[in-house]
């Protein structure tokens, strides 16, 4: 499945905005610092036996540096202007996880986009 371009975990006793630009150096290879959006809780999600509850913190983050993916980390990426991006969600929503669908729409309501 799409999901964001760059997402992951706070270790224990980090603050979120250091994992973010620590997770934006490990997956894309940017070192910036990124700018806090909004947070929010996605809808308990269930796998199979496995139950996941996530409470997600976004931040957007602006650079010029180009981008090196992490093959570790990431399968595939790639890059749409902000009106492909859009018509990408539409089309394949049922592609995209949840949390990214979920913080997307929102980012689009925050920004009125």
């Known amino acids: 499945m799409w999901t964001a371009s ?3 975990h706070v ?3 980090e603050d979120p905005k250091t994992a973010a630009a620590r997770e934006l150096k490990e997956e894309l ?3 910036c610092l990124p700018r806090f ?3 929010f809780i996605v809808p308990t999600i269930t796998y199979l036996d496995k ?3 996530e409470f997600d913190i976004v931040y957007e983050a602006v650079s010029d540096e180009a981008v090196r993916i ?3 980390e990431v399968e ?3 890059f749409l202007a902000f009106d492909k991006c859009k018509e990408f969600f539409k089309a394949k929503r049922e592609e995209i ?3 990214a669908r979920l913080a997307f729409e929102k980012y689009l309501t925050d920004k009125n986009l």
């Open 51 to 53: 139950i996941e509850r």
């Open 76 to 78: 595939q990426g790639m």
């Open 6 to 8: 760059c997402t992951g």
């Open 37 to 39: 959006m909004f947070k």
């Open 70 to 72: 992490d093959t570790r």
């Open 11 to 13: 270790k224990s006793g």
């Open 29 to 31: 290879g940017i070192t």
């Open 97 to 99: 996880t949840l949390d």
